[in-house]
């Protein structure tokens, strides 16, 4: 598989110039070591959007209802006590044998905004690659697809079939989290942010922003209170008592009884997954190679990355604001290299490295991409809430983020969800890369994904590469029988 995507489409050969890896010195006194195998550190500052308290909120609310929500927060708040005494199961678990040692990650340097630089993907024909912003490393390529490429690519994803794309709970997460107990009390304490004795509708949201797939705005928080009796005055405003007098179960039950509309979901579209691997359609392979020769990463990286997602937007459809990646903590594995991980820990999360958006179509009206904080001068989560404005809503509050990218076909954007750690790996995931999609006022809206996986621990990401190099010679690759329709269409053409 790697030597194969390493020959890539001959027509194809010029890269751009790329400039090396930067080094950070602060970054590298918390790095990762070349090739050891060294527990996996806290990728985030805390209360940042990635912080290990908000993330293990964002995990288990995809999944639970508000009361087992709460409970996480009270067990991440007493598991980030002194633990150098005893470093735990998780961080003592040790890498089964020596890994290769990886190259550095190439990452492009944006320069300044609106800097431009010309490079040649294909044959006879030069790219421009214009920075969009610092915070986060944000490029745009316009023509990086063609009209036939762009309309390929949704035939194939319609051929394929489109499912909605929602969160629902699962059963593991639910037993994971039923075990926890919490008091009210110390629940209070938890989500009281500024420490006034008093919950304030922005302070709530911080931490119920998913609900059980659902998009949570103070409306709908107020709504719940009164449901429920929990605000006599009626303020949107709780005090230490008035919480203290609720019964965490009505939560459950308001919960369960009110169905969500597609326009209060966290996600309203629908997607399918394209295999790009080897047997698959060549205009495929092409765009990968592309991919590859965009990003200047590794031929292993990027053909061992998660196939291409294809998403649907129709009138009404939007994604409120995320950031694609997750940290990894002692409680969570990356998704993709999990089965060569050894451990067993109740969370995975996708590991991306980068994202590559391609838009596949031009939207009559709305379905920009919206980065809520780019090159903000400094990030503060609870400053996404503001009174009535929240940066993260799509469907109401587009218009008031920082930088808007219009969809045009065939244009691509990307960014690099971390930052570097000045050792040429991963480091702390970029707050600033978090974007949404607005709502689509008119028309549909199609575009891609092509995420580049890479695990935050170098000996993991080492290990996981060598495991599949393994299978590849074994054979393994082809009792992939999940792709086996995506092969079938590997001859599909679409006449313009």
Same mark, same amino acid.
């Given at each position: ?6 020959? %890539?489409?001959? *027509?194809?050969?010029?890269? /751009? &110039? ?6 950070? $010195? =602060?970054?590298?006194? #918390? ?44 067990f991440?708040?007493?598991?980030n %006590?002194?633990? *150098?005494?005893?470093?735990? /199961? &998780? ?6 044998? $020596? =890994?290769?040692?990886? #190259? ?7 320069i ?39 309309r ?10 489109? &499912? ?11 037993? #994971? ?12 304490q ?34 719940m ?21 609720m ?59 998660e ?15 995320h ?95 971390y ?54 010679r ?23």
């Amino acid at each position: 598989m790697a030597a194969a995507a390493a020959a %890539g489409r001959r *027509s194809e050969a010029v890269s /751009p &110039q790329w400039a090396p890896p930067q080094h950070d $010195p =602060a970054g590298a006194a #918390a790095g990762l070591g070349d090739c050891e195998d060294t527990p996996v550190r806290p990728l985030c500052n805390p209360r940042g959007i990635c912080s290990r308290a908000y993330f293990l909120v964002l995990m288990v609310f995809v999944h639970l209802y508000l009361g087992n929500v709460l409970a996480l927060l009270l067990f991440v708040h007493y598991s980030n %006590g002194d633990d *150098s005494s005893d470093p735990g /199961p &998780q961080r003592r678990a040790q890498g089964p044998g $020596p =890994a290769p040692t990886l #190259a550095p990650l190439t990452r492009l340097e944006g320069i300044k905004v609106g800097y431009e630089r010309k490079v040649q993907l294909v044959a006879d024909r030069d790219h421009f690659i214009r920075t969009l912003s610092l915070k986060p490393l944000l490029f745009e390529i316009p023509g990086f697809l063609s009209d036939e490429e762009c309309r390929l690519i949704i035939h194939l994803a319609q051929m394929k079939g489109l &499912q909605r794309s929602q969160i629902l709970p699962t059963e593991e997460y639910e037993e #994971a989290m039923g075990t926890m107990q919490i008091s009210q009390l110390d629940l209070f304490q938890l989500l009281d942010q500024n420490h006034d004795g008093r919950l304030q509708l922005h302070e709530v949201l911080a931490q119920t922003r998913l609900g059980n797939g659902r998009w949570m705005t103070p409306e709908n928080i107020q709504e719940m209170y009164s449901a429920i009796k929990a605000d006599p005055d009626g303020d949107g405003v709780l005090s230490r008592q008035e919480f203290s007098n609720m019964d965490l179960r009505d939560f459950h039950k308001y919960m369960r009884s009110h169905k969500a509309e597609s326009s209060q979901l966290v996600r309203n579209s629908h997607h399918t997954w394209l295999y790009q691997g080897e047997g698959a359609h060549h205009v495929m392979r092409t765009i990968r190679q592309r991919v590859l020769r965009l990003t200047r990463l590794s031929p292993e990286i990027v053909e061992l990355s998660e196939p291409l997602q294809v998403v649907r937007y129709g009138e009404g459809g939007h994604y409120h604001a995320h950031v694609d990646s997750g940290p990894v903590y002692p409680e969570t594995i990356c998704s993709h290299t999990k089965l060569v991980a050894n451990e067993s820990v109740p969370f995975e999360t996708s590991c991306r490295y980068m994202t590559v958006l391609f838009y596949l179509n031009n939207v009559t009206g709305g379905g920009e991409t919206v980065f809520p904080v780019a090159d903000n001068r400094t990030y503060d989560e609870m400053s996404l809430i503001q009174d009535d404005v929240d940066l993260r809503d799509t469907r109401r509050h587009c218009d008031k983020g920082n930088l808007r990218v219009k969809p045009r076909q065939g244009t691509a954007v990307f960014w690099y969800n971390y930052l570097p750690d000045g050792q040429g790996w991963v480091g702390d995931v970029d707050d600033y890369s978090l974007h949404g999609g607005c709502l689509v006022t008119r028309g549909t809206k199609w575009i891609a994904n092509n995420w580049i996986n890479v695990d935050p621990s170098r000996a993991r990401q080492a290990l996981f590469q060598q495991e599949m190099a393994r299978l590849a010679r074994e054979g393994g690759a082809d009792s992939q029988t999940e792709w086996a329709l995506d092969r079938a269409y590997r001859d599909t053409r679409v006449e313009l």
